[in-house]
């Protein structure tokens, strides 16, 4: 079992950025398959990201080109840079990590998650 820990959210403006980050509380963590996903309420948690233990890098189409997943193992960190944020980002964001080589945006494969930070978007 590991922890994950996000933080990095908060309320901006349309157009605006975030930096969320995802500390894990093992080393080898960050060199499992890890993820990004967010939920609305009343809706099904949506993956984001994710980047295998391979380093490819995965992304849902409505955030390419603008979001970027990337981790620094010697921080034990995952990041997720967020630009040009549109109202539709508005979402509770969570991390995730699995073992293994297959590394889906499907969060029903992943079996570790953190408590999630709030993004939330304004027009």
């Known amino acids: 079992q590991v922890q994950l820990v996000e933080s990095g959210g908060g309320s901006v403006q349309a157009g605006g950025s975030l930096r969320l980050s995802c500390a894990a509380s093992?080393?080898?963590?960050?060199?499992?398959?890890m993820a990004w996903f967010r939920q609305v309420p009343g809706k099904e948690r949506e993956g984001v990201a994710t980047?295998?233990?391979?380093?490819?890098?995965s992304y849902a189409d409505s955030v390419k080109g603008r979001f970027t997943i990337s981790r620094d193992t010697r921080q034990n960190t995952m990041y997720l840079q967020m630009n040009n944020l549109k109202p539709e980002d508005t979402a509770k964001y969570y991390c995730?990590?699995?073992?293994?080589?297959?590394?889906?945006?499907?969060?029903?494969?992943?079996?570790?998650w953190g408590q999630g930070t709030q993004v939330t978007v304004s027009s």
């Open positions: 980047v295998g233990t391979d380093s490819i890098i």
């Open positions: 093992r080393y080898s963590a960050t060199r499992a398959c």
């Open positions: 995730a990590a699995r073992w293994g080589g297959y590394c889906p945006l499907d969060s029903g494969h992943f079996l570790n």
